[in-house]
């Protein structure tokens, strides 16, 4: 069954796949909110971290930078999931379709990000063992404690 009814230009969905939709946009806002609570939590222990780290050591809050960097990273995420839960609930309400295709747009954009991330950590964690197993074969090893 087509998923947008061609006379009417509607939702054409089952009466159980549009209780599943709006299923799914419940958990999604769910988890986009809580995501973006522990993102702003993150920034703002960073912001603090790095007041602190140049208050006791004079310098190194530059890592502060990378943590709210990677706060807004994962705040853009949790919006992408919430945005997607929003959109949904209006098509399902409404019928329109543009709103349907919003709310996938920011669920694939939500995808798509995950899966880039996912790979690039088993691509570094891949190339860390790479690096410490030849350190390792060729004589070196972890430095003596004094």
């Known amino acids: 069954m087509d998923i947008l ?10 009466q159980q796949g549009i209780l599943e939709i709006t299923e799914s946009s419940k ?3 769910i988890m986009g909110i809580i995501v973006m609570v522990i993102a702003g ?15 006791l050591l004079g310098a190194a809050a530059f890592a ?7 706060a807004a990273f994962y705040f853009y995420m949790g919006l992408l999931l919430y945005r997607y839960s929003g959109n ?8 329109t379709p543009s ?4 709310g996938f747009k920011n669920l694939k954009t939500y995808f ?11 691509v570094f964690t891949i190339v860390i063992y790479i690096v410490v197993g030849t350190s390792m074969l060729m004589g070196g090893g972890f430095p003596p404690v004094e």
Do not use: C, H, P, Q
């Not at 009814?5 to 054409?12: F, G, I, P």
């Not at 502060?64 to 990677?70: D, E, N, R």
């Not at 949904?88 to 019928?95: E, K, T």
């Open 41 to 55: 939590l993150f920034g703002l222990f960073a912001v603090i971290g790095s007041f602190a780290m140049v208050t």
């Open 27 to 29: 958990w999604a806002r």
């Open 5 to 14: 009814d061609e006379n009417t230009n509607k939702l054409a969905l089952e």
């Open 112 to 122: 798509k990000i995950n899966a880039i991330i996912i790979i690039l950590g088993i």
């Open 99 to 102: 709103n349907l295709t919003m």
């Open 64 to 70: 502060g930078f990378f943590y709210l960097a990677f």
């Open 88 to 95: 949904i609930d209006r098509a399902v309400g409404s019928g």
